[in-house]
């Protein structure tokens, strides 16, 4: 199992190291044999800080929210691939470094850019994610860009941000999913089986929920061997 915290890491390099923030261990494992270190929020924004805020040790290149993440727009589709043209975190929109992000979607032409909305908590509900929708005019949402975005431009780090899309805009989630998340980056099997046992009808929902991510991960495992090994990173050098 990954480490809290420090997931998947790599020595920094003379020239820096890549940051991917990541929400889980399953999206962070795809990062294995990159060049990257690799930060895994476990779905609380205060770890995702706390574990941001130690990096001050290694000299960071650059910043990319890499992972899953729920479409607002509902013309996205599951396996969609969004490349933030900038990050909404509440009334604040957030920058993202130009040049890596032409890079990003030059190499992956098939992708589709614009805002990324960040939440601090999941949407599991078809009225939440329009109400963030009618806010943001975001084409997705995550639990992590945000914060990565705000550390990022705290210290004048360059950022981007690749999500692939795991669940559309017209599919609320199944209660299951609030329990799936453990604090290290793991999945609370316990947890879920207790909830699927409490309320067995969501058992369709949430085996199209399981689906759609394995979709969505495949289709991420993709760009990333595109990208290659520190995924167009900028070079500060």
């Known amino acids: 199992m990954l480490r809290m915290g420090s997931s998947l890491s790599v020595p920094p390099t003379a020239d820096g190291t890549i940051v991917a923030v990541c929400g889980f261990n399953r999206e962070a494992s795809l990062l294995k044999h990159r060049d990257i270190h690799c930060v895994v929020s476990g779905g609380v924004r205060s770890l ?107 210290h004048g780090i360059p950022f981007a941000a690749l999500r692939v899309v795991s669940d559309d805009a017209h599919h609320a989630l199944p209660p299951a999913v609030l329990k799936a998340m453990k604090p290290d980056g793991g999945v609370n099997v316990p947890a879920v089986v207790g909830s699927l046992l409490r309320n067995p009808l969501q058992l369709p ?33």
């Open 48 to 154: 995702l800080e706390q574990r941001l805020a130690s990096l001050s040790h290694m000299r960071t290149r650059g910043i990319i929210s890499i992972g899953i993440c729920g479409a607002l727009d509902s013309k996205l589709a599951v396996g969609d691939c969004a490349i933030a043209s900038e990050i909404v975190a509440g009334f604040a929109r957030l920058s993202v470094d130009a040049a890596w992000t032409e890079r990003l979607t030059a190499c992956l032409p098939d992708s589709i850019a614009g805002p990324i909305a960040g939440t601090d908590s999941m949407l599991t509900e078809l009225r939440d994610k329009q109400t963030l929708r009618r806010r943001s005019n975001a084409l997705a949402a995550d639990m992590e860009s945000h914060v990565a975005a705000e550390f990022a431009a705290t």
């Open 205 to 237: 929902a949430l085996l199209r929920t399981a689906r759609d991510s394995e979709i969505a991960l495949k289709v991420l495992l993709r760009c990333l061997d595109r990208l290659g090994p520190r995924l167009l990173g900028p070079d500060l050098g």
